[in-house]
């Protein structure tokens, strides 16, 4: 059984930082992209940051400079290093697993609430 269990959210005040963790068991790590996404109240799932096994990170424009992604295929977990967080990155974050060939294969956490308020 595939589990993909975020962590590391929480409240935040604007400019501060927060790392998510994304833990994926019961799937080969290696043959799977890793991506963030969130969701704020009120808005569609938006991709936010992905990285597959080799090759290039990406990142939607609003995020870059600010977030970093990565993964440590040895502990089958993704991170997603937060800074100068703003109110609009409020939003619940779910991180997503896709198989690098067969796309239909991914799976998804439960998600973790990311607020951004003074």
């Known amino acids: 059984q595939v589990q993909v269990v975020e962590s590391g959210g929480g409240l935040v005040q604007p400019g501060g930082s927060l790392r998510l963790s994304c833990v994926v068991s019961g799937i080969i790590f290696s043959y799977y992209d890793i991506n963030w996404y969130r969701q704020a109240p009120g808005k569609q799932r938006e991709l936010v940051a992905g990285i597959p096994n080799s090759g290039s990170s990406n990142y939607i424009d609003s995020v870059k400079g600010r977030f970093a992604i990565s993964r440590d295929n040895a502990e089958s977990a993704a991170y997603l290093q937060m800074y100068s967080l703003n109110p609009e990155d409020t939003a619940v974050y779910y991180c997503?697993?896709?198989?690098?060939?067969?796309?239909?294969?991914?799976?998804w956490g439960q998600g973790t609430q990311v607020t951004v308020s003074s």
């Open positions: 997503n697993a896709r198989h690098t060939r067969f796309r239909a294969s991914e799976y």
